[in-house]
């Protein structure tokens, strides 16, 4: 059965760097998608971007309002994801989750693991 | 970017008894390969959110039949056939069709 486990700093300062660790157990990072989606505080969910890093394509996809802070990587060695948003405000208070994704008909994105959430607050 | 609307909450419902919550999108996620792109997730309070239906209609490993998804182009309804007390939380519609991938607001299932 796949898990994902997430850790990282829960209590950043405006202008710092988020970063998030997601390790994979039970399955490799090999062979799917991998993306980060967040929510705050009781507000719906916002997808941040996935990736294919260690695959074949090697594609990556990151929201828009987020593309120039953004950036998700794959560690194939320690079978591992990883998130870092630079420059981190208020409005990037958030639980953060990492999910597994996968193709349906080579197409498309349904994310069917995800880790249990880091809650991430901004504040100085 | 393409808007996903819900309704906030469904109206309460008794344990045993059917529900539907519906989700709109503001273009089709029909694909020209005949599928429609659209999952729906549960979120049980506390928990990370879990696949339920991807495709529009295929249920995904594990979930109970009872859950089934219709729907095509840019309208879509996920219906319980007999919902259970630990069918609680919150349900969003995600289109899978392009990025920036999108979630509706979530629906909120009432218990009576």
């Known amino acids: 059965q796949v898990h994902l486990q997430q850790w990282g700093a829960g209590l950043l300062k405006p202008s710092e760097t988020l970063s998030l660790t997601c390790a994979v157990y039970g399955g490799s990072v090999s062979g799917f998608y991998w993306g980060w989606i967040r929510q705050s505080p009781g507000k719906g969910l916002e997808w941040i971007g996935d990736?294919?890093?260690?695959?074949?394509?090697?594609?990556?996809n990151y929201h828009p309002s987020l593309k120039s802070r953004v950036t998700i990587s794959v560690d194939t060695s320690k079978n591992q994801v990883s998130l870092n948003l630079s420059s981190v405000t208020a409005a990037d208070t958030a639980i953060y989750y990492c999910a597994r994704g996968e193709e349906s008909y080579s197409y498309g994105l349904d994310f069917d693991y995800w880790g249990q959430g880091t809650l991430v607050t901004v504040s100085s | 970017d393409i808007v996903m609307t819900q309704s906030p909450l469904s109206p309460p419902v008794t344990p045993g008894e059917p529900a539907s919550i519906s989700c709109r999108s503001s273009q089709s996620l029909l694909h020209r390969n005949g599928n429609n792109y659209l999952d729906w997730y549960l979120q049980k309070p506390g928990q990370p959110p879990q696949l339920l239906i991807y495709l529009g209609s295929t249920r995904a490993p594990g979930v109970p039949d009872r859950f089934s998804g219709s729907g095509s182009g840019t309208d879509f309804t996920l219906k319980i056939s007999r919902v259970e007390a630990e069918d609680v939380g919150v349900y969003y519609c995600m289109q899978a069709l392009q990025t920036p991938r999108t979630f509706g607001q979530g629906t909120k299932l009432q218990i009576k």
């Open positions: 990736t294919d890093q260690a695959n074949f394509n090697g594609k990556t």
